[in-house]
């Protein structure tokens, strides 16, 4: 018994030993780089690699995913923690924070050294010509198209307030961070909300209008994080106490810089930040080069496994649904409204609920989420192929002594299979292009290069995780187009 207590006493401490830092990130750029600093800083001091959970999405779901212990730390910025995480009416003190942190089992850390507030701005010029210099000063422009991030439109420190406080008439249009540069500078949209430490500002000529009635607060730049961190990763967390104070806005904007100007790579910025030097001048890749290297294969069978699964869960579960609902009008149409109404949810808003459900990220939610959207098709085309039947062939079936269920499994279904397959057909066209969200939740595959493109503004890297999808839908059609051919033939024999 005692060796018994002892074997189990060591693997305990064998799992811990191996136990595997998770550090999120936002879906922007600077969030990006700043979790690759975190893990290359903690890495020499743990004994199997930190994951890097990237592009998981908005505050709210990060947030979620640390949280549910999904990850364990990710940069964020002290008004966020304040007025949207802690819906504070004021700016906290790190103190206050994290007293009020704790109950949630979280905690506040290691200053950056940095601000990166939110702010508006529109093209120089305009600003010039209109004589606007301050947010107050929009005011008097109401002709003027603001184009503001979705995010920033629902925080609690974003634009309900701002509007407020400037008496502001304006009604934005919602964009995402990263595209908006490109409508602004497109002309399609007048002002923008920015990070301060953006590095396209300067690089588009864009005016950053003054805040004078100080409404947005400071965002100074923290580790926010599980507060079992530190004793669980005790030599990892002494090392990143290193990072206190080293990253200043200037270095801030110019690693930002590098990855939305220069395309470079968010651990080589990182890892040359670290190092203490600039980051090399790199080849620029081709559209095929990005498209079918490096990663490809790898975000090639994600999304393939993703595909295959939520398809064959959809299958396991719209089947036997189809065929038990199918004699029964009313609750044959109560399932199909359901599954109806399951697709009319935004697919960020049920990846969200499904984290806070589920406790994780990752495939589950991900694979729960594309089973959900498939489920419609099928159902729907299984109880359509079952009312295809003729009545005469069941009634055959009867006259023949088959009970009920040898008829549906011999006759009604096989009869049925045409449409049956057309849904699951659908239904895989669909999780193809759905399957890109799951990058929001560190699923992988395509979704990857596509989220990573919109925050980099990137259309290269937007491509090189379209094409493929593309074309896997393509090739998709192609083998049940395939499949239904042999399949008629069959049943014309």
Not at 168 to 189: C, R, T
Not at 204 to 217: M, N, Q, S, T, W
Not at 356 to 370: F, K
Request: net charge positive; hydrophobic share 50%; charged share 20%.
């Amino acid at each position: 018994m005692k060796r018994l207590a002892l074997l189990l006493v060591l693997l305990c401490a064998s799992a811990q030993a191996q136990e595997t830092l998770r550090i999120g990130s936002k879906r922007f750029t600077e969030s990006y780089i700043l979790a690759h600093v975190l893990a290359q800083t903690a890495a020499p001091a743990l004994p199997s690699p930190p994951q890097v959970r990237e592009g998981l999405g908005n505050t709210a779901i990060v947030y979620e995913a640390l949280r549910s212990g999904a990850i364990d730390m990710y940069a964020e910025y002290s008004g966020t923690v304040s007025l949207e995480i802690l819906k504070s009416g004021k700016p906290l003190s790190l103190e206050e924070m994290n007293r009020q942190l704790a109950p949630h089992g979280l905690a506040a850390s290691i200053p950056l050294g940095f601000n990166d507030g939110y702010a508006l701005a529109l093209r120089a010029d305009d600003a010039k010509r209109l004589g606007i210099r301050s947010v107050s000063d929009l005011a008097k422009h109401p002709e003027l198209k603001l184009g503001l991030s979705n995010e920033f439109i629902g925080r609690a420190d974003g634009w309900p307030g701002l509007a407020k406080a400037y008496a502001l008439p304006h009604q934005p249009k919602g964009i995402d961070h990263g595209i908006a540069y490109d409508a602004i500078a497109a002309k399609q949209i007048d002002v923008m909300d920015i990070y301060t430490t953006d590095a396209k500002i300067g690089h588009l000529g864009l005016a950053v209008l003054d805040d004078v009635k100080r409404y947005f607060p400071r965002y100074d730049a923290l580790v926010l994080h599980r507060a079992d961190v530190p004793k669980r990763f005790p030599q990892a967390w002494a090392r990143l106490q290193q990072l206190q104070g080293r990253i200043d806005e200037q270095a801030m904007i110019a690693m930002n810089a590098n990855a939305e100007l220069q395309a470079q790579k968010f651990d080589a910025i990182a890892r040359d930040f670290l190092a203490g030097g600039g980051t090399a001048p790199q080849r620029q890749q081709s559209l095929l080069e990005r498209t079918f290297g490096g990663d490809f294969m790898r975000l090639t069978w994600q999304h393939l496994g993703l595909v295959a699964a939520s398809v064959a869960a959809a299958i396991a579960i719209g089947l036997p649904l189809g065929v038990l609902s199918f004699p029964h009008p009313r609750a044959r149409a109560a399932l199909l409204a359901a599954a109806g109404l399951l697709q009319t949810v935004p697919s960020i808003a049920l990846l969200a609920i499904l984290i806070s459900l589920l406790g994780m990220i990752g495939v589950v939610p991900a694979l729960v989420a594309l089973a959900l959207y498939a489920l419609l098709p099928v159902m729907r085309n299984c109880v359509t192929g079952l009312g295809e039947v003729p009545q005469g062939l069941r009634d055959a079936a009867t006259a023949l002594g088959m009970s009920p269920s040898q008829g549906m499994r011999l006759v009604e279904l096989p009869l049925a299979l045409p449409t049956i397959l057309a849904g699951v057909r659908i239904a895989t066209s669909i999780s193809i292009g759905t399957a890109t969200i799951a990058a929001f939740v560190g699923a992988g595959g395509y979704g990857e290069r596509i989220v990573t493109g919109l925050a980099l503004s990137d259309r290269q890297l937007l491509l090189a995780g379209a094409i493929p999808a593309a074309l896997l839908a393509l090739a998709s059609e192609i083998v049940f187009e395939l499949v239904e051919r042999r399949l008629r033939r069959r049943q014309s024999v």
